[in-house]
């Protein structure tokens, strides 16, 4: 007898696999998401589709252009500079906590994850590279400590890892990273700040640059993260 997967978990397929679609750029800005032709994509009804879609566009990675019309979202300056904003906020706040709560055990996870990031990067593996820098910054806030922390930057990690999986600027990125352990293996707060600050905007101005052409120093695509400025 063939056993009859629950609603939810076809819902949770089809959501964990569009968003990886995106996240990766199978599936680019302004492509269209249309429920029947993903319905006979994953060989399910359109209800589970229709309510990932939905699911999407709650997270922001897609938006109805019109009743008939779904696409996935082009991200504006404004929006990543805003995203940037959070992370500054957020992930210099939890590196700090790090850097007071290190235990051995936690920076021989870390050092792995390094020595991960460095034979990806080698390799040119985009995906890869992707994966183990999201675990690195996942494994300083659990280091960190505080599950409300954890809690806020929840909603907005896919889109996170949407914006890093644009920044190619890959041995940069690793180097940044060894540097952030190093500061938090330190065991000082300031120095593991001072650091995860350096980095979050350098990844900004990276990824803008990327993704827009410009550098937000310019005053063009955004403004520097740190030195909010209205509009976009």
């Given at each position: 007898?063939?056993k009859?997967?629950?609603?939810?978990?076809?819902?949770e397929?089809?959501?964990?696999?569009l968003?990886?679609?995106?996240?990766?750029?199978?599936?680019?800005?302004?492509?269209?998401?249309?429920?029947r032709?993903?319905a006979?994509?994953?060989?399910?009804s359109?209800?589970?589709?229709?309510?990932?879609?939905?699911?999407?566009?709650?997270?922001g990675?897609?938006?109805?252009?019109?009743?008939r019309?779904?696409?996935?979202?082009?991200?504006?300056p404004?929006?990543v500079?805003?995203?940037?904003?959070?992370?500054?906020?957020?992930?210099v706040?939890?590196?700090?906590?790090?850097?007071t709560?290190?235990t051995?055990?936690?920076?021989?996870?870390?050092?792995?994850?390094l020595?991960?990031?460095?034979?990806?990067?080698?390799?040119?593996?985009?995906?890869?590279?992707?994966?183990?820098?999201?675990r690195?910054?996942?494994?300083?806030?659990a280091?960190?400590?505080?599950?409300?922390?954890?809690?806020?930057?929840?909603p907005v990690?896919g889109?996170?890892?949407?914006?890093?999986?644009?920044?190619?600027?890959?041995p940069?990125?690793?180097?940044?990273?060894?540097?952030?352990?190093?500061?938090?293996?330190?065991?000082?707060?300031d120095r593991?700040r001072t650091?995860?600050l350096?980095?979050?905007?350098?990844?900004?101005r990276?990824?803008v640059?990327?993704?827009?052409?410009?550098?937000?120093?310019d005053?063009?695509?955004?403004?520097t993260?740190?030195?909010?400025?209205d509009?976009?």
């Amino acid at each position: 007898m063939t056993k009859i997967e629950p609603l939810g978990a076809v819902r949770e397929r089809v959501l964990a696999s569009l968003r990886e679609d995106i996240i990766a750029g199978r599936l680019a800005p302004g492509d269209r998401l249309v429920e029947r032709e993903l319905a006979e994509r994953f060989g399910v009804s359109r209800v589970p589709v229709r309510e990932a879609i939905r699911a999407l566009v709650a997270e922001g990675f897609v938006l109805f252009e019109s009743a008939r019309r779904t696409v996935v979202r082009r991200l504006t300056p404004t929006d990543v500079r805003e995203l940037f904003e959070l992370r500054e906020a957020l992930e210099v706040y939890a590196a700090g906590l790090a850097a007071t709560r290190v235990t051995p055990e936690a920076l021989a996870e870390l050092r792995d994850l390094l020595d991960q990031a460095a034979r990806a990067t080698k390799e040119g593996d985009a995906e890869a590279i992707t994966d183990v820098n999201t675990r690195f910054h996942d494994r300083i806030r659990a280091l960190a400590g505080n599950s409300l922390l954890i809690s806020v930057m929840e909603p907005v990690d896919g889109r996170l890892r949407w914006l890093t999986r644009r920044n190619e600027e890959w041995p940069q990125l690793l180097t940044e990273h060894r540097e952030l352990y190093e500061a938090i293996a330190s065991g000082d707060p300031d120095r593991a700040r001072t650091h995860a600050l350096a980095h979050v905007r350098a990844n900004y101005r990276s990824t803008v640059r990327h993704l827009f052409g410009t550098d937000p120093e310019d005053g063009d695509g955004g403004s520097t993260v740190g030195d909010r400025a209205d509009g976009g």
